[in-house]
């Protein structure tokens, strides 16, 4: 079974609002994260990674949380725009190896006008 | 626009056949990793390739085998299809061997559809 995953595969919100798109994963040993958004017909595209040794990091309009406690990863969106509508995956990697990612089912964002 | 290149961006071919997907990483990136991403399974790793090696094997079938050149262009061949195999098949890129501190980028994937 896959160690990442995401608990709402469908999420609808009010363009302005802010987003919050969870994920759990199940592997203690993974030390990196990252999230993606997928646009129909393209490949997934880098938002925002996190090291294991932090709990929060911010880009532009996105915030990425990590509770390691619970294992459980957060990435918010804020003022929506429609063009944030897409798929949203977040993916993990095990500390060493070369395996490269392992990615969740992803959450369709859907922004209502 | 990741810098990642795939071609071609759609192929529809019949069972049996045999077809050979190719990837250009980013400038300077040296790992190459192969993904499917299908209706029900996501995107599932299939192999790794650092600098012209392989590293690592994911859920890569037999009929599947991929290889990278020395100008770090990569290749997937993929044989005997099945229906199945219908899916997106990714590239993407990394200038280190583990992306512990550097994301994997994308290209924009080849459909592959088998008649």
């Known amino acids: 079974g896959e160690s990442v995953g995401l608990h709402l595969p469908t999420l609808s919100v009010q363009e302005g609002d802010n987003s919050i798109i969870n994920c759990a994963y199940s592997n203690s040993a993974s030390d990196y994260f990252i999230w993606y958004k997928q646009e129909s017909g393209k490949g997934p595209q880098f938002i925002i990674d996190?090291?294991?040794?932090?709990d929060k990091r911010q880009g532009q309009r996105v915030t990425v949380l990590l509770n390691k406690t619970v294992k459980h990863l957060s990435l918010q969106i804020a003022a929506t725009q429609p063009g944030d509508s897409a798929v949203y995956f977040c993916a993990e990697k095990l500390g060493g190896g070369a395996d490269g990612l392992t990615f969740g089912k992803g959450t369709h964002l859907i922004i209502q006008p | 626009d990741s810098g990642v290149t795939q071609t071609p961006k759609h192929l529809i071919t019949a069972t049996g056949q045999r077809v050979t997907l190719r990837c250009s990483p980013r400038?300077?990136?040296?790992?190459v990793y192969w993904y499917q991403q299908s209706l029900d399974q996501g995107l599932q790793f299939l192999i790794h390739y650092y600098n012209g090696e392989e590293r690592a094997k994911g859920n890569i079938l037999e009929r599947f085998s991929a290889q990278q050149f020395p100008d770090l262009h990569s290749e997937l061949n993929l044989s005997s299809l099945e229906l199945g195999d219908s899916a997106l098949y990714f590239c993407?890129?990394?200038?280190?061997?583990?992306?512990?501190?550097?994301?994997?980028?994308f290209g924009n994937g080849t459909r592959l559809t088998v008649t």
């Open positions: 993407a890129s990394s200038p280190r061997l583990q992306p512990n501190n550097s994301p994997l980028h």
């Open positions: 400038s300077g990136d040296l790992s």
């Open positions: 996190i090291r294991s040794n932090m």
